[in-house]
């Protein structure tokens, strides 16, 4: 990793920058600025990686958590400039070492296929017995 890299937790100030990290994928393009705003208020627990030269937001992810019983990490992403740099390796770390997530009996994560052997190297496996997920999709109001 080139740049210097900084971890931030707060980031009700960063809108902008959760925005255009998730008009790179797929399964959040279409995220609004209020429903962002709205999520950030309602996530105690958020991970934000800050290029320190620049001052731009390269990753983040969040996790809903218990913190006894379940905790599920969600929208783990890198910039598509800086994917390769180990900054996903950094933005898992950093949410395991949280005593939120520590202390969890269960901690899971959403992924697609092509992305389970990079989540391998913490333990994580898709073999999870008879479990299922399930969805029940509504209209955004």
């Given at each position: 990793?080139?740049?210097?890299?900084?971890?931030?937790?707060?980031?009700?100030?960063?809108?902008?920058?959760i925005?255009?990290?998730?008009?790179?994928?797929?399964?959040?393009?279409?995220?609004?600025?209020?429903?962002?705003?709205?999520?950030?208020?309602?996530?105690?627990?958020?991970?934000?990686?800050?290029?320190?030269?620049?001052?731009?937001?390269?990753?983040?992810?969040?996790?809903?958590?218990?913190?006894?019983?379940?905790?599920?990490i969600?929208?783990?992403?890198?910039?598509?400039?800086?994917?390769?740099?180990?900054?996903?390796?950094?933005?898992?770390?950093?949410?395991?070492?949280?005593?939120?997530?520590?202390?969890?009996?269960?901690?899971?994560?959403?992924?697609?296929?092509?992305?389970?052997?990079?989540?391998?190297?913490?333990?994580?496996?898709?073999?999870?017995?008879?479990?299922?997920?399930?969805?029940l999709?509504?209209?955004?109001?």
């Amino acid at each position: 990793m080139g740049a210097e890299i900084q971890v931030v937790r707060d980031l009700n100030e960063r809108i902008d920058g959760i925005l255009d990290l998730y008009a790179s994928a797929w399964w959040a393009r279409t995220r609004s600025r209020d429903d962002v705003r709205l999520m950030l208020s309602r996530t105690e627990h958020k991970v934000g990686l800050v290029d320190a030269h620049t001052d731009q937001l390269v990753g983040f992810c969040r996790v809903l958590t218990d913190g006894v019983f379940q905790a599920t990490i969600l929208d783990v992403i890198v910039h598509p400039s800086r994917r390769g740099e180990g900054l996903g390796e950094r933005l898992m770390n950093e949410v395991l070492r949280m005593p939120e997530v520590l202390n969890a009996a269960s901690v899971e994560l959403v992924c697609q296929p092509d992305h389970v052997r990079f989540y391998e190297r913490w333990g994580f496996t898709d073999e999870v017995g008879g479990s299922r997920l399930m969805r029940l999709r509504r209209p955004r109001r």
